[in-house]
Nanobody, 119 residues
Framework: QVQLVESGGGLVQPGGSLRLSCAAS????????MGWNRQAPGKQREMVAT???????RYADSVKGRFTISKDVTKNTVYLQMNSLEPEDTAVYYC?????????????WGQGTQVTVSS
């Protein structure tokens, strides 16, 4: 079994910054894609950023130039640096990882961390 634990959410003023972390633990052979998604109240969950095994990144248009996804493979951890935050970024942020463990790969999700951007 694999567990993802997120940290780093909180309340920040518009224009501020936050850094989210998501660490995986358990029976891990290799982690393929990693990503961050978010869900605002009354809206569907949407992709924010992804990073592949090879390091290729992809971003939602709404966060390009403001958010940066990165990873530390030695720690099985993915990060999301969020700068120039806007009230529209308020949401619960979820990390996800495609993990190969034992004899199969599966997509795992974190429990979510609240990000609130407000003055």
């Amino acid at each position: 079994q694999v567990q993802l634990v997120e940290s780093g959410g909180g309340l920040v003023q518009p224009g501020g910054s936050l850094r989210l972390s998501c660490a995986a633990s358990g029976s891990i052979r290799i982690i393929y894609d990693m990503g961050w998604n978010r869900q605002a109240p009354g809206k569907q969950r949407e992709m924010v950023a992804t990073i592949t095994l090879g390091g290729t990144t992809r971003y939602a248009d709404s966060v390009k130039g403001r958010f940066t996804i990165s990873k530390d493979v030695t720690k099985n951890t993915v990060y999301l640096q969020m700068n120039s935050l806007e009230p529209e970024d308020t949401a619960v942020y979820y990390c996800n990882m495609n993990v190969y463990s034992n004899s199969a790969s599966r997509n795992y999700w974190g429990q979510g961390t609240q990000v609130t951007v407000s003055s």
